[in-house]
């Protein structure tokens, strides 16, 4: 039996997932055959492959699951084309007597396939075709909307990414700006400071009583 692994799942992982199963889906096999299949490749139980599929990916690949769905229709049409292709009544018909229902070789008279039956078939192929290319027409419309939003999307990102890189040129210049006048204070406060001690230091006279000048310490 295979053992669970607890890692998490890999992208490798989730692609191995959905190249499989939607393989089965087009070849007209289960979902549960193709979480055995994965399992055995990578190591999960089918449980486990099955419980990611839904829970995760799915999700991203909804758009491929509607092709693989219509391309097991039209595997489907093509066995049922061939199979009535290969009928020996319909290979060898030549005539058909439409009031008696019978076909004519030879002056042999062999049981065919009636006249009601094809155009009964004929009418499910042709709504079967024009479902399937109604579903594509659908799918090819969402996959457009998806890209333009996708460039939407990237456009949107790249001016973003402008705004980005212009805000951080603003933020640099005034960032130099404001150390650049930090230093300049600094620079005025130290001569401010410089400026009161030779104040304070320069000698002081004053005029005594007598007519004297005085010093003052």
Known sequence: MTAVR???????????????????IREGSTQLTAFEEVGEKIGRTA??????WNSCVRKRYEAAIGIAKAQRQKRNYMKKQGSLAGSPAVASLTSVELDEGIYKNDGVTEETISIDAVIRFLRGWKNTVQDSNRHVKMLEKELRMKDEELHNLREENKRLFAQVNEVQSD??????DYKALIQIMDRARRLAFLNEEEDESK??????????LERIE
């Open 203 to 212: 000698t002081r006279f004053k005029m005594d009583a007598n007519g004297n």
């Open 47 to 52: 449980a486990a492959c099955g419980f990611r």
């Open 6 to 24: 607890q890692d998490a799942w890999s992208a490798e992982d989730d692609l191995i997932l959905a190249e499989v199963t939607l393989r089965h």
């Open 171 to 176: 933020y640099r210049v005034v960032n130099d």
